[in-house]
């Protein structure tokens, strides 16, 4: 694995690979790797010939309240990770590679980023799309692989390159969970082995709603009191939002379709965690 820390040593080494007739995959990610990231990877491997990771804390997508400076970096750990699971690229800017001064451009999510993750963390998918925006122009990959754990992200991101006029495709891969069902997360880590408990409430609730709308029961009032039932068992989980949307346009509607998730976010002792499961069966 070639491991690249600047934008011309990234473009340099993709003209390359570009050259040989490869077709370039792209996983972007901030690092802490589990096997939800190896999953994209495994992914963009099967839809493209040589595959480039990107690992960026990105600042731009953290508030000043947030977690910035105490996000995981794991960086020997990452680059075995990501090397054992076939990366040929590898590219970790720092921030001034990324922002150098001057810089005045940024993305605006607009009405698909508004509600969500898009209030409760206001600024945050502008600094996303602004950093995916950035990435895509560094890698011009042909395809780039979204986990459906950031749902909204997701969204987004494939509204970006259509209303931009990208020319990629947007490839997204199922959550990964633990046995236990809860998703994996780079934030998991900082659950104490009693929050790592409580937060099992975040899944049983996003089934307790696809349960019901399994049996019938298509009012979006009727689904989300389903799952808020069962996170009222959790007092110390303190919920942010519980909702039932439609996936495309992430409003709410009186009624539930086929085309339905679940999304939660709540605050676990101090982790602030989110989930997502489609209503219809997996
Ligand atoms: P992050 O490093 O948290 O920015 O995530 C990088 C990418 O990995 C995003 O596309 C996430 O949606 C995806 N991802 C994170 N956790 C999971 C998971 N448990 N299953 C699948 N994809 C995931």
Same mark, same amino acid.
């Given at each position: ?145 979204? +986990? ?5 992200? =997701? %969204?987004? !991101? ?7 006029? $990208?020319? *990629? ?88 379709? +086929? ?5 939660? =976010? %709540?605050? !676990? ?7 997502? $499961?489609? *209503?219809?069966?997996?």
């Amino acid at each position: 694995m070639n491991v690249v820390a600047t934008i011309a040593g990234a473009r340099d080494a993709i003209s390359r690979a570009r050259a040989d007739g490869a077709s370039i995959g792209f996983v972007p990610t901030m690092g802490a790797l589990h096997a939800g990231h190896i999953s994209l990877v495994d992914r963009a491997r099967k839809e493209a010939d040589f595959t480039v990771m990107s690992i960026f804390v990105n600042p731009l997508q953290f508030a000043p309240t947030e977690d910035l400076s105490r996000y995981p970096r794991p960086v020997e750990q990452d680059e075995k990770m990501s090397s054992d699971a076939g990366v040929d690229l590898l590219f970790k800017p720092g921030v001034e590679e990324m922002y150098p001064p001057g810089r005045t451009i940024s993305v605006i999510a607009g009405e698909l980023g508004k509600d969500w993750e898009g209030s409760s963390r206001p600024g945050h998918f502008d600094g996303v799309l602004t950093v995916v925006a950035k990435l895509f122009n560094i890698i011009q990959p042909d395809i780039a692989v979204f +986990g459906r754990k950031d749902l909204q992200q =997701a %969204a987004l !991101v494939s509204a970006l390159v259509r209303d931009l006029d $990208m020319p *990629l495709t947007i490839v997204l891969a199922p959550i990964v969970r633990e046995r236990d069902g809860l998703a994996l997360s780079s934030r998991n880590q900082y659950l104490s082995e009693d929050d790592r408990r409580r937060a099992l409430v975040l899944n049983r609730a996003l089934r307790a709603a696809r349960a019901r709308f399994a049996g019938g029961v298509t009012d979006v009032e009727s689904l989300e009191a389903a799952g808020r039932g069962v996170l009222d068992e959790e007092p110390d989980v303190k919920v942010d939002y519980f909702a039932v949307i439609d996936e495309t346009t992430f409003k709410r509607s009186a009624v539930a379709s +086929g085309k339905s998730s679940a999304i939660v =976010a %709540a605050r !676990v002792g101090t982790t602030r965690l989110i989930d997502n $499961m489609s *209503l219809a069966a997996e």
